[in-house]
């Protein structure tokens, strides 16, 4: 397949940026609060990784801010594709999920920075302009942790079981705390009902999980706690 250059920002010109969301409001205040900064200029907003992927193809982007929800692909997975065929255009990830648990799964995609949405207006101004520059962003308490996996020292801090799982695995695990059942997740993810049966074969297995309402029942406590509807 063709790689696409990207050629940086121009001089003097607008940095042009797409952003992916599946929420039209948080869409819409993106581009309001982005389009304040004089340099900036949102050429496209779409809601699904299709959708970005065709959007790439049809105007010079310099940035991409992409959730890790979409419609109908994993953000990591897109991270992929977007850096297969663009590989010198930067992507920015700007997600309500943990950084402790997709940062690093975000960067080893390919992502420049990631940054919670939780952040101020002014953490994500700067993060945009840090991975504009060609640097990497995530927060100090990342950092932190980034730099103890790199010396080898053991950061408990913010493990979860879900640390062994692979992307699509984690993915996967998700899906099911979700809700979902193995045939839609089959459809979700586009592959057969007998690759997620071996997928969740493996997640019982690196969880030591006894059966499937186990593997169920824990998939679903994580995904309460990871998006703050239980306490820890």
């Known amino acids: 397949m063709k790689k696409h250059s990207h050629k940086g920002v121009r001089m003097g010109q607008d940095v042009r940026i797409l952003i992916a969301d599946d929420h039209p409001i948080v869409r819409r205040g993106l581009v309001e609060l982005l389009e304040q900064e004089s340099d900036f200029q949102i050429v496209a907003e779409v809601e699904s990784g299709q959708q970005?992927?065709?959007?790439?193809r049809e105007q010079p982007v310099?940035?991409?801010?992409?959730?890790?929800?979409?419609?109908?692909?994993?953000?990591?997975?897109?991270?992929?594709?977007?850096?297969?065929?663009?590989?010198?255009?930067?992507?920015?990830?700007?997600?309500?999920?943990?950084?402790?648990?997709y940062a690093n799964r975000a960067l080893r995609a390919g992502a420049a920075g990631y940054i919670m949405k939780q952040e101020g207006t002014e953490k994500l101004i700067e993060a945009i302009r840090i991975v504009l520059s060609g640097d990497v962003y995530v927060s100090s308490r990342m950092t932190g942790r980034l730099l103890s996996r790199m010396i080898g020292r053991?950061?408990?801090?913010?493990?979860?079981?879900?640390?062994?799982?692979?992307?699509?695995?984690?993915?996967?695990?998700?899906?099911?705390?979700?809700?979902?059942?193995?045939?839609?997740?089959?459809?979700?993810?586009?592959?057969?009902?007998?690759?997620?049966?071996?997928?969740?074969?493996?997640?019982?297995?690196?969880?030591?999980?006894?059966?499937?309402?186990e593997l169920v029942q824990h998939a679903t406590q994580w995904v309460m706690r990871e998006t703050g509807a239980v306490g820890d």
Do not use: W
């Open 52 to 56: 970005t992927m065709r959007a790439l």
């Open 62 to 101: 310099d940035l991409s801010i992409v959730d890790l929800s979409l419609k109908d692909i994993s953000g990591i997975e897109l991270i992929k594709q977007i850096k297969a065929q663009y590989e010198d255009m930067p992507v920015l990830v700007l997600s309500m999920h943990d950084e402790t648990i």
């Open 154 to 213: 053991d950061d408990p801090v913010g493990e979860t079981p879900a640390d062994c799982l692979s992307d699509r695995e984690l993915e996967v695990f998700e899906l099911l705390g979700q809700g979902l059942g193995t045939r839609q997740i089959a459809q979700r993810l586009h592959v057969s009902i007998k690759t997620i049966e071996s997928h969740r074969e493996r997640i019982k297995q690196k969880l030591k999980l006894a059966n499937a309402n």
